[in-house]
């Protein structure tokens, strides 16, 4: 179910490489559907327990900087840290870029911190309620993690030394009827040929043994390094992305996608849709459809071009009908000189505004 006009945006997990070639391919996938000037809203709180959380996000703020700036991004990198102190997930003022967001990103750090800080927070509200009309997010690394339905303690098992466990995580795609686990760093290799290192440096034998230990209802999905899963939730269809696959594993079926591989969201699952304002609190869904409208008015404003850029178009038109192929030219190139670009399509023609 739709929000009053509103599709959700589409989600991209990464199993790891934001800041890598294919990372760049992903992001660019994203922002080429989405408005420009593109905003974009980096959260530091998985790794807001860190001394240098700053530049942690802000290193994957230098690359969209970089990456997307034929979208003219402006980006915001959110300090929202740690919850009771003046950087916190439930600040107002340091959340509030995420209500205008056209596409949010959270990245590296520990899961079971992100968990702790986000779950019932203000800055996971307001990021739900500006998915579901229609900004896009990333995940990669932690964040991926963090999101899963049972989130997997991986500083805690693997540098801690802890009893395997699971931990509820921020359960992003439960209420669309899914409960999913996913596990990045599929298929790492740090640890060479002495130390099994892959499903996210817990190994092969570790793992399953922590699989035992999950509900038959849920679903795990490894994210190989370097690629992505990227669900759009509006057509119920996910993709393959990057470098390496895909791992669905359900109780007695193992499915594998490779790099450019689709398959509906059904394969998860029984997907469903949800009442769009569904786990927000009433006056955080409120807001978020109100700002929506605001947003999208303000692009329309820009998508509209003057009365003197549309009568030259309108000039053009009638000139190449008579078949008049220097005057449609010069009359092109005026349409430049004042931002515009004409777009032949077979629709007819279309203004874009230049850059």
């Not at 408005?35 to 690359?63: C, H, M, Y």
């Not at 190989?224 to 269809?237: F, I, P, R, W």
């Amino acid at each position: 179910m739709h929000a009053e006009g509103h599709a959700p945006g589409r989600i991209a997990l990464l199993g790891s490489g934001e800041t890598s070639l294919a990372g760049g391919r992903v992001f660019e996938s994203l922002a080429r559907v989405l408005p420009t000037p593109l905003r974009v809203a980096v959260l530091e709180t998985p790794a807001g327990f860190e001394l240098n959380s700053d530049r942690v996000a802000g290193r994957v703020a230098d690359f969209l900087a970089v990456r997307l700036q034929n979208y003219r991004p402006e980006i915001e990198v959110l300090p929202a840290r740690k919850r009771g102190t003046l950087k916190s997930p439930d600040d107002p003022d340091i959340t509030a870029p995420l209500l205008r967001a056209d596409l949010m990103f959270m990245g590296p750090g520990s899961p079971t911190y992100a968990v702790r800080q986000l779950a019932d927070s203000l800055a996971w509200h307001r990021l739900i309620a500006r998915h579901r009309v229609g900004a896009t997010l990333a995940f990669a690394s932690a964040a991926v993690v963090a999101i899963s339905a049972l989130a997997l303690p991986v500083y805690e098992i693997y540098k801690a030394g802890h009893d395997l466990y699971w931990q509820s995580g921020l359960d992003l795609f439960g209420p669309y009827g899914l409960r999913l686990v996913f596990v990045p760093h599929w298929n790492n290799a740090e640890g060479g040929a002495e130390l099994d290192t892959s499903r996210c440096f817990m190994g092969r034998s570790r793992l399953e043994a922590l699989l035992s230990m999950l509900p038959s209802d849920v679903t795990v999905v490894g994210i190989d390094e370097h690629t992505a899963l990227a669900a759009d939730l509006d057509t119920g269809m996910a993709e393959v992305m990057g470098a390496g696959d895909v791992t669905i594993l359900r109780p007695g079926d193992q499915l594998c996608f490779a790099p450019g591989g689709r398959f509906p969201l059904s394969e998860f699952g029984p997907f469903r849709w949800p009442q769009p304002d569904a786990g927000l609190p009433p006056e955080i869904w409120a807001e978020a459809l109100a700002i929506a409208g605001e947003v999208e008015t303000q692009q329309a404003e820009l998508d509209l071009a003057p009365a003197e850029v549309m009568a030259l178009a309108e000039e053009r038109a009638a000139a190449r009908a008579r078949r008049d192929w220097a005057a449609a030219d010069r009359l092109r190139e005026q349409i430049a000189a004042l931002g515009w670009q004409v777009q032949d399509t077979p629709e007819g023609p279309r203004l874009a505004r230049i850059g």
